[in-house]
């Protein structure tokens, strides 16, 4: 299947009201094209020097959205053109975005990334670090960042049930925050093997790489 029949295949299954960040990393922008051609605007990169050498070549439309680490030194890269951060971790992480936001004239969303997740090898707040970060006054007092709300990772597992109980304790933080702030409105969580059921959890977010590109081929980098 070409990339426009899966596109719109995936775009089916989305619920209203849900956003589809199309995750094109390790996908030359020559494929990218062929989703943006579709009518997609809105992709996610884990990887600053790649997103920045696709915002490079392809349209000014796109909203590009980092899900991957992001190293503090790196920020100032991507803070002329990045829609929204998914990757917040550190309040160091966010004071820098601040910064780079301020000097670039620009006001940035973040979400703050929260680990739910079994394995020990993804990044992440604790649920208790995100919402101390998300109702400190530091955060208030920034005017380069807008809070949008928090992404997370489910386990890699085939243990719906679990994945379930992980999407569902995003939720219960994501409506507490909601609840002390106008800007927050975004869950971002669902992924392509998991992302009906994040939606069934209350995800306002998706972000779907192989169900719209085909497997990733790591080797070629
Ligand atoms: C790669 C990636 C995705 C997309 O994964 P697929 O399984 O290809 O849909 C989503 N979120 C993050 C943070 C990723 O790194």
């Known amino acids: 299947m070409s ?3 899966n596109l719109a295949k995936v775009k ?3 619920k209203n009201g849900v956003t589809l960040v199309a995750v094109s990393k390790t996908h030359p922008s020559e494929v990218v094209m062929d989703a943006y051609n579709a009518g997609q605007r809105i992709f996610g990169e884990n990887k600053v020097q790649e997103m920045c050498a696709k915002a490079e070549v392809m349209p000014k439309d796109i909203q590009w959205h980092l899900i991957g680490h992001l190293q503090s030194n790196k920020v100032k890269y991507i803070a002329p053109f990045v829609s929204m951060i998914h990757s917040v971790d550190s309040m160091a992480l ?6 780079a936001a301020i000097k670039a004239d620009r006001v940035i969303d973040i979400l703050l990334e929260v680990h739910v997740a079994q394995e020990d090898t993804k990044f992440g707040l604790s649920i208790e670090q995100a919402r101390q970060i998300a109702l400190s006054t530091e955060i208030s007092q920034m005017k380069g960042i807008r809070l949008r709300g928090i992404m997370g990772m489910a386990s890699n597992t085939d243990n719906m049930a679990q994945v379930k109980a992980e999407f569902l304790r995003l939720k219960v933080l994501f409506d507490t925050l909601k609840s002390t702030s ?3 409105d975004t869950l971002s969580m669902g992924m392509s093997g998991d992302y009906m059921l994040a939606m069934e959890c209350g995800s306002t977010m998706v ?3 192989s169900s719209i590109f085909g497997h990733r081929d790591y080797s070629v980098h």
């Open 207 to 209: 972000r779907v790489g």
């Open 94 to 99: 966010l004071e820098k975005i601040d910064a």
């Open 3 to 5: 990339v426009e029949e």
């Open 182 to 184: 106008q800007t927050i």
């Open 12 to 14: 089916n299954t989305i």
